[in-house]
């Protein structure tokens, strides 16, 4: 018999996901993500100004925020051609790593930790076994015996009030959670802390952006000046600052977040260590660069396509061949004029919406037709996997020694063949290693920064081509990039000095995007594919695997009826 459950929302994630999927014998035998939200940011930014474009892209999300504003400068430069001066570019770098180590850690923490860890199972932990087995992993100085004790009384107290707080609604005591009592008490706990860390590293944004979320962003360059003995420009103490918050940073990835992210899976490896694989294309644009955004070369973060879980072959990524990506809406509400089962690279891309769904509340959506807001992109037609695996799996195929330094280690430490990173497990804990590497990359940058400025160049800002008087009358770009979630393109075209059409390709829409007109499932949905639900009415194990992806929708929905009446707006940030 085959059964019809549904998810809707799916929480812990940005915006809103709906999940479907059919279940025959206690597992999953087919899957369908609805986005069921519109943005709608491609038809705003019609006739501005592209040296204005990234500050509406980055309110497309208020946690995704600095990446796209860093894609947009990007696209804006290369239509344009205008190159950034090093020490932008190495700002730009910094506050992208600081992003990333804020964003995974959050994601691993508050979004994804509670599908391994069960909050109510910590009220049974020894405090003092939890605090020798925390020693064990690391030296974080709060991992002691009265630490955990304190807490566990804290946590205590609101099970005993009925009200559990941040806890509430949780699947607890779901057969499918594995930990012992110690290793959910270390969970929790560190759940709490990094709720506390989170807000210091993003002050690296308002340090150099101004403010945080939404920091500000300049096409060629940064908008901030560096002069060290001037209190209104980047000073000697606000790049102390700055180192201070890195090394903070570095020190809570590496004695809190990997510890915690390679205990908690070594009690799942056996069995998730190979569920949730999905796709087994994996595609990653690259960043961070070292040597200048046109050298793809010496990016910390290299680019390339793998196909078939081929780790022998790299692929190149070309974002402005028309034959290499485009986007399709054969399950999409959105219509082109060339018909639905047409692929459309960006630069022509077109955002005309057309809702033909079902009014809700309804009870299940209709596969077989449109069913979703998000575009369904493709590699040279194939379905690829972008994000952290992604990222991870191109750096190690690419022979960089950072990466199999890295994998190598976590894959001995665990016991595991290198195929168990196809998994859900295995994309966590892809998470977790690339914020190991971005936190040392983000220290290399720094040091890097404040040698140039010794040496005397303090350039942030190319202003050769900021006169539109400059521009040709027609002009495209793309600007490339990785979000924590994966591979951000934006791409855009000029005409007479204004925006004539603009496109954003997010991570989000590459992994949970419907089906394409051949039938080919997206990454999300792929995912799913032969995973076991223990409990129907608690699918604790759908939960694991889409959180694995840390799902990005868009910040706010906006509803309109059948005629396009204007009825409600819920906003979220």
Not at 324 to 336: D, G, L, N, P, V
Request: hydrophobic letters at 40%.
């Amino acid at each position: 018999m085959t059964a019809r459950i549904v998810v809707d929302p799916i929480t812990r994630i940005e915006g809103h996901l709906r999940i479907e999927v059919e279940i025959q014998d206690g597992k999953i035998v087919d899957a369908y993500n609805s986005g069921t939200m519109v943005r709608g940011i491609e038809k705003i930014l019609k006739g501005r100004d592209p040296r204005d474009a990234w500050a509406f892209t980055e309110r497309v999300c208020g946690v995704c925020t600095t990446v796209h504003a860093l894609a947009s400068v990007r696209t804006v430069e290369d239509a344009l051609d205008i190159v950034v001066p090093p020490n932008a570019e190495m700002i730009r770098n910094l506050m992208f790593a600081a992003q990333y180590m804020q964003d995974h850690v959050v994601h691993f923490y508050h979004l994804h930790a509670f599908d391994w860890v069960d909050v109510i199972s910590a009220l049974k932990a020894d405090p003092a076994a939890a605090a020798g087995l925390a020693q064990s992993f690391s030296n974080w100085p709060r991992n002691s015996p009265g630490y955990f004790s304190d807490l566990q009384k804290r946590i205590t107290k609101f099970v005993e009030s009925g009200q559990l707080g941040i806890f509430q609604n949780g699947y607890w005591g779901h057969k499918a959670y594995k930990l012992p009592p110690e290793v959910n008490l270390i969970g929790v706990a560190h759940y709490l802390e990094a709720l506390e860390w989170q807000k210091e590293i993003v002050k690296v944004h308002a340090i150099f952006g101004g403010k945080n979320p939404h920091p500000n962003y300049l096409v060629g360059g940064v908008p901030c000046a560096i002069n060290l003995d001037e209190a209104n420009a980047l000073n000697a103490e606000r790049f102390a600052m700055v180192q201070k918050l890195l090394e903070d940073a570095k020190t809570f990835v590496e004695q809190v977040y990997i510890p915690d992210l390679l205990a908690i899976a070594s009690f799942y490896k056996n069995d998730w260590g190979a569920i949730g694989g999905g796709l087994t294309n994996y595609l990653a644009y690259g960043d961070l660069p070292v040597n200048g955004y046109q050298d793809v070369s010496q990016f910390k973060f290299p680019r390339g396509v793998i196909l078939n879980r081929n780790l022998n072959e790299v692929m190149e990524i070309d974002g402005t061949d028309p034959e290499q990506i485009q986007e399709y809406i054969a399950h999409s509400w959105y219509e082109y004029t060339d018909g639905d089962t047409t692929g459309e690279h960006p630069w022509n891309g077109k955002t005309n919406l057309k809702y033909t769904g079902p009014e809700p509340p309804y009870d299940q959506l209709n596969v077989a037709g449109k069913y979703s807001w998000i575009k369904t992109p493709r590699w040279k037609g194939h379905p690829m996997e972008v994000g952290p695996l992604a990222r991870v799996l191109v750096g190690y195929a690419s022979g960089r020694d950072e990466f199999k330094e890295v994998v190598d280690a976590a894959l001995k430490h665990l016991d595991v063949p290198v195929i168990a990173l196809f998994s859900t497990l295995g994309r966590t804990a892809a998470r977790g290693l690339e914020t190991k590497l971005v936190a040392g990359w983000a220290m290399e940058i720094f040091n890097q920064l404040i040698s140039n400025i010794k040496n005397g160049d303090t350039r942030t800002f190319n202003n050769s081509k900021w006169d539109p008087k400059t521009w040709p009358d027609e002009a495209k770009g793309v600007g490339l990039s990785e979000a924590p979630r994966g591979a951000l393109a934006h791409w855009i075209v000029i005409k007479d000095k204004v925006i004539d059409n603009y496109q954003l390709v997010v991570p989000s829409t590459w992994n949970a995007s419907p089906r394409d007109p051949y039938g080919q499932m997206s990454a999300c949905e792929s995912s799913l594919i032969g995973t076991p639900i223990a409990d129907p009415e608690k699918p604790l194990e759908i939960l694991r695997t889409i959180h694995s992806f840390d799902p990005c929708i868009a910040c706010a929905v906006h509803m309109y009826d059948e005629k396009g009446t204007y009825v409600h707006q819920l906003q979220t940030f």
